[in-house]
């Protein structure tokens, strides 16, 4: 059976840094969300124009995405989605999708960060749509669409905070204590 990790947290709280150390220790299929968004924004304009913003992407076409890539998945995987759910509309959808779809949700770990954090590291990383009206732009779309989707796992009983302000070493180990790895 396939199962699945959702790991949330602001821009810059090293959810990717996470997921590269988790997959040294075991194979994993990772959901990018932001890859396939941006990999999307290569042909669509609109979806150019929205991250260029610092908006988020259209619910129903990241959907689309992130039931493409779990149908894909083999049935024995361990997967791993990196910035999904954002908003409360995509977790209640994700719910929906895993069950009809026989995938167990394993966790959703929230990579936690100081908003300064958050910025900061994001200026050093250099990306493109990396400057500092953006950024802070994308920290307040996060606080007010996915801090819901915390509360709604957090409700749930699968939510793990994570102290994500320490060194990625220490986030690390904890990441791992939690899923018993």
């Known amino acids: ?87 409360l509309d995509q977790a209640k959808w994700l719910d929906d999708f895993l069950r009809k779809n026989n995938v167990e949700l394993d966790k959703v770990m929230f990579i936690k960060v100081d908003d300064a954090v958050a910025l900061e590291r994001l200026l050093k990383r250099g990306r493109d749509d990396d400057n500092e009206a953006t950024i802070k732009h994308r920290v307040g779309v996060f606080h007010r669409q996915t801090d819901e989707v915390v509360e709604y796992y957090q409700n749930s009983g699968k939510l793990v905070e994570i102290d994500g302000n320490g060194t990625p070493t220490e986030v690390i180990e904890d990441i791992k204590a939690e899923l018993g790895w």
């Open 1 to 87: 059976m396939k199962k699945l990790l959702i790991i949330v947290g602001l821009p810059g709280s090293g959810k990717d840094t996470q997921i590269e150390a988790l997959a040294e220790r075991r194979k994993l299929t990772v959901i990018r969300v932001g890859d396939l968004v941006r990999e999307k924004a290569k042909n669509d304009e609109r979806v150019a124009r929205d991250l260029k913003e610092g908006n988020l992407a259209d619910d129903a076409m990241v959907n689309e995405l992130i039931a493409s890539e779990i149908n894909n998945a083999g049935a024995a995987d361990y997967l791993v989605s990196d910035g999904f759910p954002r908003d």
